[in-house]
């Protein structure tokens, strides 16, 4: 892969909105990306494997717990901060975003949110340091975009419970140690148990040849009746609101790292534009070209301008599920479409792995659909300015 050149535009002038800390953490992010992401992505996608070694530098830069409280080793960040990393993060690589969003708002929100101390003091700082690396279980094979219907259930026999079930799609699942899961009791209520890695009956097979977020690892949870200590159980918070809550943090989050996705394919587009001669003169300076790259980055302006709202009201607690559906759905909606007009604009070298522009085109098919669909963050958007429910 060539040297890693880029350059983020901000057309509005949006670093005006953010503070001096918010620029620190996002240089910060940024130079570590060049340094330790940029060079060595592309084999690992083509390999078909995540960097293990990336881990530490994923925890210096804040990346596993950004809003976590510091007294839990979290980085003590307000949301526009967490935001800023996921960005700078996707910028590099989707897959490894989804390492990050994985372990900070799918495992370490809910253990802070829902669990006890104990569970606290126990699982976050281990999570922070990267020490432990978490994943988090709540689609089925049969149950996707409706986990409500989930069959993987606990029965409390006494002094533990019992799990039985499996989980697909598990983002982290192959390495994980801590493993948060999302099963039925014995009346059908949904609660989080933590899982741990050497539990007898539970295993996390691979998920192999996907042409998607190549760098992350996917898995299957497979639990053939494990007995989970009742201790492990998430306590003040149960139902599949508790689920929802994880997924609104790391929407959140994704809703940031597409723009990073999209950034990137747009800085590379535009420089090849004025370095490409074709019929005596850089393809920039043709009108066709010219009307993609003002596209995207009108596109890219509108979702940071977005994005930045959306932050401003996770700061004052107000932003609803609803406007990060938004959010996700538009954002990662329009990286999927500059990832594919950025590499049209490099024609054949568009294709290869000598630029990142094709890596960020697949990782998005899966960034699309994970953490709900287009299709379904549009029936939230549909359902909540209608009062009408499509899912029904
Ligand atoms: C690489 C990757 C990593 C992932 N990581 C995790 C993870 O870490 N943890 C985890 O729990 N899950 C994870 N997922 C799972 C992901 O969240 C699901 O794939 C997603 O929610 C969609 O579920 P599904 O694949 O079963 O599709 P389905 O739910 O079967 O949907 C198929 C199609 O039907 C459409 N559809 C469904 N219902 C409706 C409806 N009511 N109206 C209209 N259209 C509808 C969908 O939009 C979609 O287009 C991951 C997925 C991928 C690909």
Same mark, same amino acid.
């Given at each position: 892969?060539?040297?890693?050149?880029?350059?983020?535009?901000?057309?509005?002038?949006?670093?005006?909105?953010?503070?001096?800390?918010?620029?620190?953490?996002?240089?910060?992010?940024?130079?570590?990306?060049?340094?330790?992401?940029?060079?060595?992505?592309?084999?690992?996608?083509?390999?078909?494997?995540?960097?293990?070694?990336?881990?530490?530098?994923?925890?210096?830069?804040?990346?596993?717990?950004?809003?976590?409280?510091?007294?839990?080793?979290?980085?003590?960040?307000?949301q526009i901060s967490y935001g800023l990393i996921m960005q700078?993060?996707?910028?590099?690589?989707?897959?490894?975003?989804?390492?990050?969003?994985?372990?900070?708002?799918?495992?370490?929100?809910?253990?802070?949110?829902?669990?006890? &101390?104990?569970?606290?003091?126990?699982? /976050?700082?281990?999570? +922070?340091? $990267? #020490?432990? !690396?978490?994943?988090?279980?709540?689609?089925?094979?049969?149950?996707?975009?409706?986990?409500?219907?989930?069959?993987?259930?606990?029965?409390?026999?006494?002094?533990?419970?019992?799990?039985?079930?499996?989980?697909?799609?598990?983002?982290?699942?192959?390495?994980?140690?801590?493993?948060?899961?999302?099963?039925?009791?014995?009346?059908?209520?949904?609660?989080?148990?933590?899982?741990?890695?050497?539990?007898?009956?539970?295993?996390?097979? &691979?998920?192999?040849?996907?042409?998607? /977020?190549?760098?992350? +690892?996917? $898995? #299957?949870? !497979?639990?053939?009746?494990?007995?989970?200590?009742?201790?492990?159980?998430?306590?003040?918070?149960?139902?599949?609101?508790?689920?929802?809550?994880?997924?609104?943090?790391?929407?959140y989050g994704?809703a940031w790292?597409?723009?990073?996705?999209?950034?990137?394919?747009?800085?590379?587009?535009?420089?090849?534009?004025?370095?490409?001669?074709?019929?005596?003169?850089?393809?920039?300076?043709?009108?066709?070209?010219?009307?993609?790259?003002? &596209?995207?980055?009108?596109?890219?302006?509108?979702?940071?301008?977005?994005t930045w709202?959306l932050g401003?009201?996770r700061?004052?607690?107000?932003?609803?599920?609803?406007?990060?559906?938004?959010?996700?759905?538009?954002?990662?909606?329009?990286?999927?479409?500059?990832?594919?007009?950025?590499?049209?604009?490099?024609?054949?070298?568009?294709?290869?792995?000598?630029?990142?522009?094709?890596?960020?085109?697949?990782?998005?098919?899966?960034?699309?659909?994970?953490?709900?669909?287009?299709?379904?963050?549009?029936?939230?958007?549909?359902?909540?300015?209608?009062?009408?429910?499509?899912?029904?």
């Amino acid at each position: 892969m060539r040297p890693d050149l880029f350059e983020a535009p901000d057309y509005y002038n949006l670093d005006e909105l953010l503070t001096d800390e918010h620029k620190l953490v996002r240089d910060a992010a940024r130079e570590w990306v060049k340094r330790e992401v940029s060079p060595i992505i592309e084999d690992y996608a083509q390999k078909a494997e995540f960097p293990m070694q990336i881990i530490n530098g994923l925890a210096e830069i804040g990346a596993f717990g950004p809003y976590i409280p510091m007294e839990y080793g979290g980085a003590g960040l307000d949301q526009i901060s967490y935001g800023l990393i996921m960005q700078e993060i996707e910028r590099g690589d989707s897959g490894v975003r989804s390492t990050a969003s994985v372990q900070s708002s799918l495992v370490m929100y809910p253990i802070w949110k829902y669990g006890n &101390e104990e569970q606290r003091q126990k699982y /976050l700082p281990k999570l +922070a340091s $990267g #020490e432990w !690396i978490g994943c988090f279980g709540l689609t089925e094979p049969d149950h996707g975009s409706n986990p409500g219907g989930m069959v993987t259930n606990f029965k409390d026999m006494g002094d533990h419970y019992l799990l039985n079930g499996a989980k697909m799609w598990i983002s982290n699942a192959p390495f994980a140690q801590v493993a948060v899961v999302w099963a039925k009791d014995e009346t059908g209520r949904i609660h989080g148990l933590i899982v741990e890695r050497g539990m007898e009956g539970f295993t996390t097979p &691979e998920t192999h040849n996907k042409w998607s /977020l190549r760098a992350s +690892a996917t $898995g #299957e949870l !497979i639990f053939d009746n494990v007995k989970v200590p009742k201790e492990n159980l998430l306590p003040n918070k149960s139902g599949l609101g508790a689920p929802l809550g994880c997924l609104d943090s790391a929407r959140y989050g994704i809703a940031w790292g597409a723009i990073g996705a999209a950034m990137d394919c747009y800085d590379t587009a535009l420089r090849y534009s004025k370095e490409r001669i074709q019929f005596g003169k850089p393809i920039g300076q043709f009108q066709l070209q010219q009307k993609k790259l003002a &596209e995207m980055i009108t596109e890219i302006t509108k979702a940071q301008l977005l994005t930045w709202r959306l932050g401003v009201l996770r700061n004052d607690g107000k932003a609803t599920s609803a406007q990060i559906s938004m959010a996700k759905r538009n954002n990662v909606d329009m990286a999927i479409n500059i990832a594919r007009e950025a590499r049209q604009m490099l024609g054949g070298m568009g294709i290869t792995g000598e630029y990142s522009i094709m890596r960020h085109s697949m990782n998005l098919e899966s960034v699309i659909t994970y953490e709900g669909t287009h299709d379904i963050h549009l029936l939230i958007t549909g359902m909540d300015v209608t009062g009408l429910n499509a899912f029904k």
